[in-house]
């Protein structure tokens, strides 16, 4: 007699930076998310449909790293979309990075204490430790704080333990059978996809405040034969932050576009003719209704 399935809904929770989305990608076998060294990256969920036949399927919710500012309205957006996950769950995925804790953590649990879910804890980063004999200590201290269901130590760059992790989030899932077609991978369309690998380089390109203040909506989405035409649309606070993203002679965004197409390209198995604009909506990171026009808050 074969195993029953088993199906459910897991929250990928924590502070900013420490390795959800990498670790939703290691999960999915692929890229969903993208990432960067710069925390608020992920601003939206992102559902990962992860099936694995005879055993069941999984459907990953990335979220925007939970955190402490609260003076403006595109983090208390990000907050509120990570939290509003929670209440809609059957696990809770909760990734913290070895050998720290910080008070950014300390929210995130009290989230999770609130919203009553059970939590598999993720603990990441263990390659990064500068020596293995801290993590038990650390992993004794993590369990006196709360009654989770299970602390796996991962590293979701590498890939170490991950398949521990996802056995041990399938055993604590509700049986029942799929709610997804086994070959689909999202929820999400390809035109969101094109904005967030779009987003990605930018993110990556551009250093200190300019990230937070960019934002990509994509105009037209079409096919075209076997290729896809995309135009992207580059939402700025400022003018001057348009001639930073330009750059002399627009090389700057030509060149992060360039790199974007070609990631688009691998992503969407053909190729993509992408065109770019900037324009600028003031102050759109801190209006509220600027914000549902672009699509946050969209939980």
């Not at 459907?59 to 609260?70: A, M, N, S, W």
């Not at 980063?125 to 020596?131: A, G, S, V, W, Y």
């Amino acid at each position: 007699m074969s195993e029953p399935l088993h199906c459910g809904y897991v929250a990928i929770v924590g502070r900013p930076n420490v390795g959800k989305s990498t670790l939703l990608n290691r999960l999915m076998g692929q890229k969903l998310a993208i990432t960067a060294h710069k925390a608020q990256t992920t601003r939206h969920h992102i559902l990962g449909v992860k099936t694995r036949p005879r055993e069941g399927q999984i459907l990953y919710v990335d979220t925007p790293g939970i955190h402490e500012r609260q003076d403006h309205a595109l983090n208390r957006c990000l907050n509120r979309t990570a939290r509003s996950v929670l209440e809609g769950v059957d696990l809770a995925l909760f990734v913290v990075e070895a050998g720290r804790w910080t008070r950014e953590d300390e929210r995130v649990l009290q989230d999770l204490r609130r919203a009553a879910v059970p939590t598999i804890v993720a603990v990441n980063k263990i390659d990064r430790l500068p020596r293995r004999d801290v993590l038990l200590p650390y992993l004794a201290e993590l369990d006196g704080r709360y009654d989770f269901a299970a602390l796996v130590p991962v590293s979701a760059r590498k890939g170490d333990q991950v398949e521990d992790l996802e056995r041990a989030v399938l055993q604590r899932l509700p049986e029942g059978g799929p709610q997804f077609p086994e070959d689909q991978l999202s929820d999400r369309p390809e035109s969101f996809f094109a904005a967030e690998l779009l987003r990605e380089q930018l993110t990556r390109r551009y250093d200190a405040e300019l990230p937070y203040r960019l934002s990509v909506e994509i105009e037209r989405f079409r096919e075209e034969g076997n290729r896809y035409r995309i135009d992207a649309l580059v939402w700025v606070e400022r003018p001057a932050q348009k001639a930073i993203l330009l750059g002399k002679g627009g090389r700057s965004m030509k060149a992060a576009a360039s790199r974007a197409r070609r990631e688009m390209e691998r992503f969407f198995g053909r190729k993509v003719h992408l065109e770019v604009w900037i324009k600028v909506r003031k102050s759109w990171s801190s209006d509220e209704r600027a914000l549902a026009d672009l699509g946050y808050g969209d939980v």
